[in-house]
């Protein structure tokens, strides 16, 4: 799936790194949850936020998801607004918007309506991607220590 977004982005002409970048990281969290090797409890609820209007995603209290455990693993080698992305991707954009704080509106804005779009439109078992996840490996390598703790 990854690599179809990747097909899907630079269709789109969004091929730049940060969005390569969250393509390949954005489902880190479901992989583990599948290998069951967390010890966290998911409610997938990660569109439920409760605050202050206007506060920011980030200072309001939201249900847990697989996206929230990704980016804590993640957080602190990624760009902000890739990080930012990875955490909130899966989010309803409407329901969560009041919640917005400037910041927010912005990487809704510029990066979470477009990933979203070429993340949930090219899942699909009959697409073979067009590249290699080889292709990358230095991508990676340049972000991500060689061990991540999950």
Not at 79 to 103: K, Q, T
Request: glycine share 6%; net charge negative; with cysteine.
């Amino acid at each position: 799936h990854i690599l179809q977004v990747i097909d899907a982005l630079a269709a789109d002409g969004l091929s730049s790194e940060e969005f390569v970048l969250a393509a390949l990281v954005h489902d880190l969290g479901k992989v583990v949850l599948l290998r069951d090797r967390s010890g966290e409890n998911p409610t997938f609820l990660p569109g439920f936020f409760s605050g202050t209007p206007g506060a920011g995603l980030d200072h309001c209290a939201s249900g847990w998801s697989t996206d929230e455990l990704a980016w804590l693993r993640l957080k602190d080698y990624l760009p902000p607004p890739v990080a930012w992305l990875i955490r909130y991707h899966g989010i309803d954009p409407a329901g969560s918007a009041p919640y917005f704080d400037a910041r927010d509106r912005e990487y809704a804005e510029r990066y979470l309506m477009p990933f979203r779009e070429c993340d949930f439109h090219s899942k699909s078992p009959f697409s073979r991607p067009k590249t290699r996840l080889e292709d990358y490996r230095p991508l990676v390598e340049k972000h991500l220590p060689l061990h991540i703790v999950f």
